[in-house]
């Protein structure tokens, strides 16, 4: 055994393997190739001396002595970090956090999130991700983002969540369009989120509760588009109220009087739970602390 050959590198590798699931993942974590992660397992099994991983076919697991080792090591690992980050504090972090986040998310509460997160780590790179919160889930589970700030409830059993409050849902649509249809129109084109987006879901029990024809619902994936729609004419829709505070004040968007009531949105952040990185953990514990009500204000 040639332990003192053994280095960190290899033992991190190792654990965003174990985390992950697949040699592909821990390469895309640590910013590598999938060879470079292959080579260093090789060279971690040579120098221990045992067989970390069972290979059948394409499919691969940790032996015992792997699930051992690893074990061992993260606790290590983790008060290491705790260590050093303990002598300079997290201003001197470094590394990369992925971030995803819905649109309502990033037009609330991220960007003066991100703005503090910079000011208090700046050595630690972000790299922010927009994207619907079907994805944004599937996308933490298999590590290609680290925290999410997805539509809730979020509940499955690799993942840790904290509440980070509710956004408020209106109906508008372009002064002329409202006028329309307040003068009995029920044809016009309704505009909602796509059918896995939580939005999408208001809109259809909203439509079912009122006048509006069910064949008016079109979907579109992108919120600010469906707002520009609505501001060129093009129909009625529902809007996140933090997306269209501008387009309200300017009167571009007006709401659609005596619709049914939509239920708020609810939010959550959410992590892996395997990841116990410090500077992850610091993260998620501040995105806890935020309050979508407050910071649509």
């Not at 790179?125 to 925290?147: F, M, P, S, V």
């Not at 796509?194 to 879901?201: M, V």
């Not at 509760?209 to 064949?215: E, F, T, Y």
Request: proline share 5%.
């Amino acid at each position: 055994m040639s332990i003192n050959r053994v280095s960190l590198y290899h033992l991190e590798t190792l654990l965003w393997i174990d985390r992950l699931g697949t040699f592909s993942a821990a390469a895309e974590r640590l910013n590598t190739t999938q060879p470079a992660v292959s080579a260093r397992m090789r060279e971690l099994e040579q120098r221990l001396g045992t067989t970390l991983f069972r290979r059948d076919g394409r499919m691969m697991s940790l032996t015992a002595a792997g699930r051992k080792l690893v074990r061992d090591c993260d606790p290590l690992l983790r008060d290491m970090q705790v260590a050093l980050l303990g002598s300079g504090g997290f201003a001197e972090a470094s590394g990369v956090v992925r971030i995803g986040a819905g649109e309502i998310a990033a037009a609330s509460c991220l960007p003066a999130f991100v703005a503090s997160l910079k000011a208090d780590m700046p050595g630690v790179g972000l790299e922010i991700e927009i994207d619907l919160t079907a994805n944004l889930i599937q996308q933490l589970l298999t590590g290609r983002t680290d925290i999410a700030f997805a539509a809730g409830p979020i509940a499955h059993p690799a993942l840790k969540t904290s509440p980070i409050g509710a956004v408020e849902l209106v109906w508008l649509a372009s002064p002329a369009v409202a006028s329309a249809f307040v003068d009995g129109e029920a044809m016009l084109p309704v505009w909602s989120l796509a059918s896995h987006s939580p939005i999408h879901g208001r809109m259809r029990e909203a439509i079912a509760a009122s006048r509006i024809a069910q064949k008016s619902l079109n979907l579109c994936n992108n919120a600010r588009t469906m707002i520009d729609i609505a501001k060129a004419g093009g129909g009625i829709g529902i809007f996140p109220q933090p997306m269209v505070r501008g387009e309200v004040a300017s009167g571009a968007l007006v709401p659609i009087e005596a619709m049914p009531a939509l239920a708020p949105v609810e939010f959550q952040v959410a992590m892996r739970v395997a990841d116990t990185e410090p500077v992850l953990t610091q993260i998620f514990e501040r995105a806890a602390k935020l309050n979508l009500a407050e910071a649509a204000v």
